[in-house]
């Protein structure tokens, strides 16, 4: 993120899976000073999952299981946006939403 110029500063992060390797890790990385991000860090304990997915401003998927998060469970994006310039190509502007 920091690469590619996104600021992170008072943004709400939901990071899904506690695992060491990535969940936590990361969970750790976004909450230094230097990020200053607002992080959940949500499990299989976790309830509402839906919730804390739909109000977070950036999602971080490291949970080991496929579909955890559904299409349901994310805000849409702002109308008449178009996805940013880092956005990978593979991805069509059509799954922007």
């Known amino acids: 993120m920091e690469r590619h110029g996104i600021d992170l500063a008072g943004k709400n992060v ?3 899976g506690r695992g060491v390797t990535v969940g936590r890790s990361i969970g750790l990385l ?11 860090v949500c499990h299989t304990g976790t ?7 739909r109000r977070a401003d950036v999602i971080v998927a490291a949970a080991g299981s ?24 593979a991805l069509s502007s059509s799954t922007w939403a």
């Open 47 to 53: 309830t509402d999952l839906a919730d804390h997915v």
């Open 30 to 40: 976004l909450m230094r000073k230097e990020v200053n991000a607002t992080v959940d």
């Open 66 to 89: 496929a579909g955890i998060i559904t299409a349901d469970m994310v805000a849409p994006g702002p109308r008449g946006s178009s996805p940013p310039t880092w956005w990978p190509p």
């Open 14 to 16: 939901c990071v899904v």
